[in-house]
């Protein structure tokens, strides 16, 4: 039986390079987004595509019924920018959204998947963080809210989910080239801000699904080699 995958944020950038990669390998990928094209993305692979809101928790269960009884790999990639940079000045529903992708399904996308992995003895989950997790990121704090909020889970959960054979863990790139940075891509380039192709990324998603240890928060930089973060000890 061949092993199946679900992706979120599949439309394009990092989701649909990382449905490439495991479709090419033989996976049978299910790839969820809000946006319309992923249908095309699915088509163009064999994959099958879930349309729908991801803030909703019903769609995650939608998609990982999709799959079927079995449920190997789960990328929660989906992610959105906040352009709201002051909490005084806070649009409250575009708080309420950046937040729900982020964060909310993230939770969501475990809620459904891991009893499907349980039943069948194990998975490999992973989600995409970003250096935002990391680091404060003065230019989008809202969103460095949310992804910090995923490694704290990562950190929290991976070593409960491993003793259940379910690899849980984090890659945290650096900018990418993606329809999630298209606006600001000619700014980062004229300043010398170097990016990642969303292939670079897919890669080393696609190597922590498989053979990742439990907790691994992955950073990729360009021009930089792949390494692992390691918190620093409490003092």
Known sequence: MSETAVITGAAG????????????AGVRCVLVDRDQRVAEVAA?????????????????ERAVAAAGDRLDMLVLNAGMNSVDKDPATLDLDRYRAVVGVNQHAVVWGLRAALPVMRRHGGGSVVVTASLAALQ???????????????????????GTLAA?????G?????????PLTEGGRDRFRAAGIPML????????????????????ELVVRPGQPTARY??????
Request: glycine fraction near 10%; charged fraction near 20%; charge should be negative.
């Open 136 to 158: 404060g990121v003065p230019q989008d704090p809202v969103y460095t809210m949310t992804k910090h909020a995923v490694i704290g889970l990562v950190r929290a959960f991976s």
């Open 164 to 168: 259940e054979n379910i690899r849980l």
């Open 197 to 216: 192709s969303a292939d670079t990324v897919a890669v080393e998603i696609e190597r922590l699904l498989r053979t990742g240890e439990p907790g691994t």
């Open 44 to 60: 163009g692979i064999g994959a099958e595509a879930v349309v729908g809101d991801l803030t909703d928790p019903a769609l995650s």
């Open 13 to 24: 950038g990092i989701g649909a390079a990382v449905a490439r990669r495991l479709a090419s």
């Open 170 to 178: 984090a890659v945290c790139p650096g900018l990418v080239d993606t």
């Open 230 to 235: 390691r918190p620093a000890p409490l003092p």
